[in-house]
């Protein structure tokens, strides 16, 4: 029998965290979102989306009392919150992506789902069937330079110097195709999706260089830290502490990194 897990969102943590101070516009629905996919919470994401869309941003009519959003802005928070579940497989897998991609498809409406051969928002079909793979990679070398800025060089000797020369290629891959995609999330916007699903895993080398990374693609010290700081809150409502605090348990083995 599967056990009831008491929600780890609530409306009035959702509203907490869309205030946490210097959080960027537009954002906090993306990274509630993101690390509920990486702590395995997939049906949680449903109430972020509910939540995202009736708060007031667009043209939007009532029903009941209840803020109903037009189809244009539903589908513009849809696809932000989709294509940051999609960039999240790239550092929490596939299987986590599935899930959560899949809880979130129950509760947008079905004429606002992205099919096969509809146009496509992130241009990421164009890209396996037209666009020349060295033209691809290129662009994902690119946009890890941009992220890593001076040591770039050294992180990426190092992926090839690993023991197999395929890290470094499964990391071009992924950046490739994955994560330099722009279209419907931009360069900072993607740093702080990897922020926050680094964030409940308890990686700080990643983290480290993905805070900087956010830094280097415009971010200020203070939206950076805002984004990290609601993660923590999400992974703390989920049950997450510092192990240091006592005994043994579900959490980070020391602070989560910082700038």
Same mark, same amino acid.
Request: charged share 20%.
């Given at each position: 029998?599967?056990?009831?897990?008491?929600?780890?969102?609530?409306?009035?943590?959702?509203?907490?965290?869309?205030?946490?101070?210097?959080?960027?516009?537009?954002?906090?629905?993306?990274?509630?979102?993101?690390?509920?996919?990486?702590?395995?919470?997939?049906?949680?994401?449903?109430?972020?989306?509910?939540?995202?869309?009736?708060?007031?941003?667009?043209?939007?009519?009532?029903?009941?009392?209840?803020?109903?959003?037009?189809?244009?802005?539903? =589908?513009?928070?849809?696809?932000?919150?989709? +294509?940051?579940?999609?960039?999240?497989?790239? #550092? &929490? @897998? %596939?299987?986590?992506?599935?899930?959560?991609?899949?809880?979130?498809?129950?509760?947008?409406?079905?004429?606002?789902?992205?099919?096969?051969?509809?146009?496509?928002?992130?241009?990421?079909?164009?890209?396996?069937?037209?666009?020349?793979?060295?033209?691809?990679?290129?662009?994902?070398?690119?946009?890890?330079?941009?992220?890593?800025?001076?040591?770039?060089?050294?992180?990426?000797?190092?992926?090839?110097?690993?023991?197999?020369?395929?890290?470094?290629?499964?990391?071009?891959?992924?950046?490739?195709?994955? =994560?330099?995609?722009?279209?419907?999330?931009? +360069?900072?916007?993607?740093?702080?999706?990897? #922020? &926050? @699903? %680094?964030?409940?895993?308890?990686?700080?080398?990643?983290?480290?260089?993905?805070?900087?990374?956010?830094?280097?693609?415009?971010?200020?010290?203070?939206?950076?830290?805002?984004?990290?700081?609601?993660?923590?809150?999400?992974?703390?409502?989920?049950?997450?502490?510092?192990?240091?605090?006592?005994?043994?348990?579900?959490?980070?083995?020391?602070?989560?990194?910082?700038?």
């Amino acid at each position: 029998m599967t056990a009831v897990q008491t929600a780890i969102v609530t409306p009035k943590l959702l509203d907490s965290l869309r205030a946490q101070p210097d959080l960027p516009d537009d954002v906090w629905y993306l990274v509630i979102a993101t690390a509920l996919c990486v702590l395995n919470r997939p049906e949680e994401i449903r109430t972020v989306y509910t939540h995202a869309v009736g708060a007031g941003h667009g043209n939007a009519g009532q029903q009941n009392g209840t803020v109903i959003p037009d189809d244009e802005e539903q =589908l513009r928070i849809a696809r932000r919150m989709r +294509e940051a579940l999609l960039k999240t497989s790239a #550092i &929490a @897998g %596939l299987p986590k992506t599935i899930n959560a991609l899949q809880e979130l498809k129950k509760v947008v409406p079905t004429h606002l789902s992205d099919e096969p051969n509809s146009p496509s928002p992130t241009n990421r079909r164009q890209d396996v069937h037209d666009t020349p793979t060295a033209q691809v990679l290129g662009r994902g070398q690119s946009f890890f330079d941009a992220c890593y800025g001076k040591v770039a060089g050294r992180v990426m000797t190092a992926l090839d110097h690993s023991g197999t020369e395929d890290l470094g290629l499964a990391v071009r891959l992924t950046y490739g195709y994955i =994560l330099s995609t722009t279209a419907v999330l931009d +360069e900072v916007e993607t740093s702080y999706v990897m #922020i &926050a @699903g %680094l964030v409940p895993q308890d990686v700080n080398p990643q983290l480290k260089g993905h805070l900087k990374g956010a830094l280097n693609g415009g971010a200020s010290v203070g939206q950076v830290r805002a984004v990290r700081q609601v993660a923590i809150h999400v992974c703390k409502a989920a049950g997450m502490r510092v192990l240091s605090e006592g005994g043994g348990g579900w959490g980070w083995r020391t602070e989560v990194q910082d700038l």
